[in-house]
Structure formats: C-alpha cells, structure tokens
C-alpha cells in the first residue's frame, strides 16, 4: 500500500489508518485482546502502517495494547497517532461528561494548559513504549485554554523531539487558522462518511487550499455503512451507537435502501459493501485517509483490502447519484 503525505509535514501514512478506539473496550460493548492484537498484526502484514489511538479510548487500555503490537512489528516501521486534551485525571478545563470504565467511574474534562499537555505527553509515551509520537493530536475544544497557549506547547514539544507533526481533532476552520499562526498543522481529524458529509461546506475547501491533510474518522458511521447493521441487529454492553441519530430509525433503513442499490457495484468488484465504501471515500477531494477501526484479524484483513481495486468515474457518479437521493433526518 503506498503510503501518502501528510499536508506540509515530512511525515508519510498509509491511506487506510487502523482506528484503534473499539479495541480500548470502552463504549463498544467490550474487547478481546488478543482479537485486537491480531488486528493490529493483520492490518500491518497487509500494507496498513499507520494507528490512530487516543488515551480516552479505554482510559490508557488502547495505548497500552498498541505499545504492545509495536514492540513486536518494530517502532520504525510503523506511524503513530494519538491524542490529548480529553483528560480523567484532572478537573481542569471544560467539564466533559461522566463515564464508567475498568470497573471505576471517572470525570472526564476538556483540558488542554501546558501543565496537562507535559503530563499527557509522558503518559502516552511510556504506555505506547517510544520516545516519540509521529502525529499529536489535540482531542477536542477546550474552551477554558486559548489556542495558541496549546499550539506553543506543541511546539516545543516538537522541538524536543517527542512529536514529528501536529494535528487537530474536531475543531472548525477558524480554530485551525489560530494554531496557524504559531504552528504548522500537517492535519486536522473530522467525521465523514457518505451520510454526514458536513465538512464539505468548509473543512475541505480550507484544507485543500492551505495544504492541510484530513483523516476522516468514522467512513463506516460506525458500522451502519457496512450493510451489516439491520434492523434487529443486537448491540451489546456498553456500545453507544444506538443512542447515535443515524442508527435511529427512519435513518437506518434509509441507509440501508441506499446500500441495497449501490451492492451492485460492490459485486462487480468482488468486494464488500464497507470495502466500496472506504474506497469511495479516500478518493474524495481533500481526503488524505480513512481511519477504520477493527476488533479481530477478519475485519483488519477486509479494511485492509479496501484499496485493491479502483472505481471508475462512471461507478462513482452511480454512486453519488445514488447518495444525493438519501436523506437523513439529524434531529433524531
């Protein structure tokens, strides 16, 4: 798989990212680890060099089995991703939400002042067992902390050489154009799939002009875009996309119809509805790469295989012809 640059930094990912939130367990109705181990080893045999984690994600657990897949593939063969700024250390910042994890209950907070960021910064270090982190990325919005305070931090940190490229996760255009002023931004990281193309309007514009790379999370919503989600598909635990609007009814047979008339062209290319569908997607103008998520080797094996076949111009206008016909209701 060859890999692609990210916006103005010298740092080069694979197209498709191993989104490693499901296997922290936390708000996916649990994990194995073992399953997530090889995972992680599949989707590397298979060309995808780059993992996107997060200390939230499994309160430090996520980190953790990712530290433990790179011992084994070897640090400088693969790219590492990750996070600050969501924090259930501290009460600093922007009160977040309450959550349960690992049988404890926890405050979780918007920070991102220097004090958290250094204490954040190790923290993810020793559990990712390295000496730097190749994309760090601020979480989400901390209201309580300007900008450009987060961005000098991150900074210095780069000069450091703890981190190689900073990125944003979740912030709007007019947030990117203040860290700007002190930083590089190699990327910014959003939601986007074939049913919530928000960033359309104003993301994408912005970051095509000013050489920015985008990481789309969630090209799957979740799961609803691979077809498998019907209408009495059983969640489990604590998975929180029922409570999410598109897998709300009308949304979810909405999407489903949607998938029903483009499977034909899955078929043609012998491959999976969520392979078409990440296909579609890193090809999109502005888009860098798609981060999905997988919790055993047979879901890492069919992301993985997403960009082993092209779509023609003629099949993605079928495509989008098709899309401009789904509605979603939001408010649900």
Known sequence: ????????????????????????????????????MEAIKTSFDAGVTSIDTAPIYGYGHSESLVGKAIKELGRDNVEILTKFGINWKTTKGEFYFNAEGNGESYEVYAYAGRDGIIQEVEDSLQRLGTDYIDLYQIHRPDATTQIEETMEVLKELQQQGKIRAIGMSNHTVKMMKRAEKVIDLASTQSPYSMVYRKIEKDIVPFCVEDNVGILAYSPLQRGLLT????????????????GTKWFKEPNRSRTNDFLQKIKPISEDHNVSLAQLVINWTVQRPGITAALVGARNADQASENAKSMDFVLSKEEIERINTELEKVVIDHDV
């Open 1 to 36: 798989m060859d890999k692609v640059q990210l916006g103005k930094s010298d740092l080069k990912i694979s197209p498709i990212v191993f989104g490693a939130w499901a296997i922290g367990g936390w708000a996916w109705g649990g994990n194995d680890d073992q399953q997530a």
């Open 227 to 242: 077809g498998k989600i019907t209408a009495d598909y059983e969640f489990k635990g604590d998975d929180h996309r029922p």
